[in-house]
């Protein structure tokens, strides 16, 4: 069975330290990892995403990702936050599986920026 | 234009009417999802469709059905809405090859 889960639903940084959202998949075959932002009162943007390539992966507004195999992991770094950081960032896997294919979302981690 | 739109963007309904939401794509996608959004939850999948012939149910499909009308269209329905299905539901699309999601805006409906 394939799950998502995002360590920490509440982080806290100030403004300028880094960034460090944690996510842990299980997969029975190496998936497709993507990380999505949710600002206030909108949909879901892609950050970044994973597909077998580089495994360490730049994304939007200064975001990057880095897939490591031997620890299931695919966390979330940025080196110096900004208030316009500040959202839900949610982790997500597609397992990749004959007949699956779809998205498994993590609970979700919500980043607040302090001035 | 925004590529996936979903109407209402807001509604309030009361128990046990039915309600539909309305979701329409212009990236050409073939997959089309339904997702709910509830805090501390994740987003889980109500529906998914693969084309216009085939639909299958996700997670939590227990409470709602759903049409797949043309490519470009997937509509959810409560057929009788309850208070625990108060929410924000998502529609997405996705590209077989590169497998991520596009989310349209969201439609948060408030059961009452």
């Known amino acids: 069975a394939q799950s998502v889960t995002q360590l920490g639903s509440h982080v806290s940084v100030s403004e300028g330290a880094l960034v460090l959202l944690r996510c842990n998949y299980s997969?029975?075959?190496?998936?497709?990892l993507f990380w999505y932002v949710q600002y206030p009162n909108q949909g879901l943007q892609l950050l970044l995403k994973y597909t077998s390539a580089a495994t360490l992966v730049k994304g939007i507004n200064g975001f990057e990702a880095e897939f490591k195999k031997s620890e299931t992991s695919f966390h979330l770094t940025k080196p110096s936050a900004h208030m316009r950081d500040a959202a839900e960032y949610f982790c997500?896997?597609?397992?990749?599986?004959?007949?699956?294919?779809?998205?498994?979302f993590g609970t979700g981690t919500r980043l607040t920026v302090i001035p | 234009d925004a590529d996936v739109t979903q109407t209402p963007r807001n509604r309030i309904t009361k128990t046990g009417k039915r309600i539909m939401l309305e979701c329409s794509q212009t990236?050409?996608?073939?997959?089309m999802y339904w997702y709910r959004q509830d805090p501390g939850l994740g987003l889980r999948l109500i529906y998914y469709?693969?084309?216009?012939?085939?639909?299958n149910k996700g997670e939590i499909s227990d409470g709602y059905s759903v049409s797949r009308q043309a490519q470009a269209k997937f509509s959810l329905s409560l057929e009788s809405a309850i208070p625990n299905q108060t929410a924000l539901y998502f529609c997405a699309t996705s590209d077989l090859v590169r497998g991520e999601a596009f989310f349209g805006q969201g439609t948060r409906l408030t059961v009452v």
């Open positions: 469709s693969f084309d216009v012939k085939d639909i």
């Open positions: 997500a896997v597609n397992p990749r599986e004959t007949g699956a294919n779809n998205l498994f």
């Open positions: 997969s029975s075959v190496p998936p497709y």
């Open positions: 990236k050409g996608h073939d997959r």
